[in-house]
């Protein structure tokens, strides 16, 4: 006997059902991963803040430290700055006491000074006899005195004779030097005049070359303004002939629509004629009566001048548009060939006054580059005259200087023999030195 068992199976969800469950998962899994990050935020930060709270420990710390050594290092060193001034105040008391001097001190300096004083004032007394005894020998020695007298004649011969050759040489010397100077000074003025000549010769040739370079430039803006001026007129005589020529085209293409007008005008008035006799003859053919023939007609006439106006007046309103454009255009033209000539003459009137201010600032650079050099010329020459006069100034000095000279030294001379003379005149007699019987010289 079998038995059979049937197994049921749970239906599979549809897609729905999965699409969701698998979000869920996917949101509780984001989720998980979001707490998980703000918990390692929330321990970063407590790890950041706790470094922090460190370091900013470990740095007062440290400050505390250096701090209290600081101080550690202050107190020392006022410290030793004290024991240092108290050594030096003592030192200084020291010396202060040491460099007084005592009574016995100053007793035994002023014996010394005195010893020295009597040794010098002894050796000068010594001298002073010595130096006595000597010219008190001169003077009674008729020997010597005979030779010291020749001596002092002859320097005294020797030192005139030496003094007039000098001035001699000084002399001559200085006329030799008067005569060179003036030579020097006769050949300076005349290469000062050599060269002012040609210096004034070159400005004439400067001034006359600018004044032929400014003709030249003058010629040279008249030809130009010439040239220019018939440019213009060719340009305004070209420009009138292509305003005739479109004045003439216009003129030609209004008869010309005028002529089609009027032709027109015979065509349509022969269709018109045309057109009624053909009406005519369809009304006469079917036996229309004569007053709705007439007012077919009228009608007719009427539809067909109605139109033939409506063209005619859309002509004429073509043509005026035309004709004022063609007015306008050539306004237009006229206002620019006027515009371009303005242009044309501001543009040569600007040439002018450039070429004008041109020529005025190189006449104003060769007036002032003349009156520069003019200027140097005078100053070199006012330079060289004042050397001139200060070298016969220094001249004149030097001449007057030497004979001061020597009237001093002819007038120092007179002195001198006059004081000898006098000596000689005034001398006292000659006085007797015998033999005596003591010795003159104990």
């Known amino acids: 006997m079998t038995f059979g068992f049937v197994v049921q199976r749970k239906p599979a969800p549809d897609a729905r059902v999965l699409k969701i469950r698998d979000y869920e998962d996917k949101l509780y899994a984001m989720q998980q991963g979001v707490q998980e990050q703000h918990k390692l935020s929330a ?3 407590w790890e950041h803040k706790t470094d922090s709270r460190i370091k900013a420990l470990n740095v007062t ?39 007084q001097t005592t009574p016995e001190q100053r007793r035994a300096e ?36 005979g030779k010291e007298y020749a001596e002092d004649k002859r320097r005294a011969r020797e030192q005139y004779e030496a003094i007039g050759k000098l001035l001699d040489a000084q002399v001559a010397s200085n006329s030799q030097r008067n ?12 290469a000062l005049k050599a060269r002012w000549a040609a210096d004034d010769e070159a400005a004439r040739q400067a001034e006359d070359s600018a004044r032929a370079r400014q003709q030249q430039l003058n010629l040279e803006v008249k030809e130009f303004n010439r040239a220019k001026q018939a440019e213009v007129e060719r340009i305004a005589a070209a420009e009138q002939r292509a305003d005739q020529q479109l004045m003439d085209a216009a003129m ?19 269709e018109q004629l045309r057109y009624r006799k053909h009406l005519e003859a369809l009304l006469a053919k079917e036996q229309l009566e004569t007053a709705e023939r007439d007012s077919m007609i009228e009608a007719a006439l009427a539809e067909q001048n109605a139109t033939r106006d409506a063209e005619l007046a859309a002509r004429m309103a073509a043509r005026k548009q035309l004709l004022l454009e063609v007015t306008q255009g050539q306004r237009d033209q006229i ?12 543009d040569n009137e600007k040439l002018r006054q450039l070429q004008e201010a041109e020529a005025a600032c190189e006449a104003e650079a060769v007036a002032a580059a003349r009156a520069v050099e003019y200027r140097n010329e005078l100053r070199h020459r006012l330079d060289i005259q004042a050397q001139i006069a200060a070298k016969e100034q220094r001249a004149v000095a030097e001449t007057d200087q030497q004979w001061e000279e020597a009237r001093a030294n002819a007038a120092a001379e007179a002195a001198y023999q006059a004081k000898v003379n006098a000596t000689l005149s005034s001398a006292a007699p000659r006085q007797y030195f015998g033999r005596r019987k003591v010795e003159w010289f104990t």
Request: charged residues 40%; hydrophobic residues 35%; glycine residues 0%.
């Open 335 to 346: 206002q620019q060939h006027q515009q371009a000539r303005q242009q044309v003459a501001a």
């Open 179 to 190: 005569a060179e100077e003036a030579a020097q000074q006769q050949q300076e003025i005349d």
């Open 252 to 270: 030609r293409k209004d008869a010309q629509e005028e002529a089609a007008d009027k032709q027109l005008k015979a065509e349509r008035k022969a």
């Open 43 to 45: 321990v970063a930060d």
């Open 110 to 145: 002023l014996t010394a000074r005195a010893r020295t004083l009597a040794a010098r004032r002894e050796a000068e007394r010594q001298k002073l006899a010595a130096d006595l005894y000597e010219q008190q020998f001169r003077e009674n020695c008729d020997l010597l005195r």
């Open 61 to 99: 710390k440290r400050f505390e430290v250096l701090k209290d050594r600081r101080q550690a290092d202050i107190g020392r060193r006022q410290h030793e700055l004290a024991d240092k001034l108290a050594n030096e105040e003592f030192a200084m008391q020291q010396e202060l006491l040491s460099s």
